[in-house]
């Protein structure tokens, strides 16, 4: 499956942005699909899954209540939602597919995933 972010950009702090991953390639309601991201000198880090299912959804402590997930399996694609941002949230924000995943889990380890986007940058000035 290839997978293609989109959204990103440059925002001020308390702004908001809408991410999106378009799938190609297989069945999109046979994947769990996840948001990861990665600062300059860190390690990817976990932001927000959502089940094949649609139903089971899990979320960073540092983005509850700011990011939301959703996915629209008609249009082959996964939403994150991001309001509220801060300097903090500023890194390379990568989509990623799971196709081993029960229906109703969320996977939240990279090690996880099988298939992974080229990303796209998010910048919150302060």
């Known amino acids: 499956v290839q997978l293609q972010a989109s959204g990103g950009g440059l925002v001020q702090a308390g702004g908001s942005l809408r991410l999106s991953c378009a799938a190609s390639?297989?069945?999109?309601?046979?994947?769990?699909m996840g948001w990861f991201r990665q600062a300059p000198g860190k390690e990817r880090e976990f932001v927000s899954t959502?089940?094949?299912?649609?139903?089971?959804?899990r979320y960073a402590d540092s983005v509850k209540g700011r990011f939301t997930i959703s996915r629209d399996n008609a249009k082959n694609t996964v939403y994150l939602q991001m309001i509220s941002l801060k300097p903090e949230d500023t890194a390379v924000y990568y989509c990623?597919?799971?196709?081993?995943?029960?229906?109703?889990?969320?996977?939240?380890?990279?090690?996880?995933?099988?298939?992974w986007g080229q990303g796209t940058q998010v910048t919150v000035s302060s």
């Open positions: 990623a597919a799971d196709y081993r995943s029960m229906w109703y889990e969320a996977p939240t380890k990279t090690m996880e995933y099988d298939y």
């Open positions: 390639g297989r069945t999109f309601s046979g994947y769990a």
């Open positions: 959502i089940s094949r299912s649609g139903t089971m959804f």
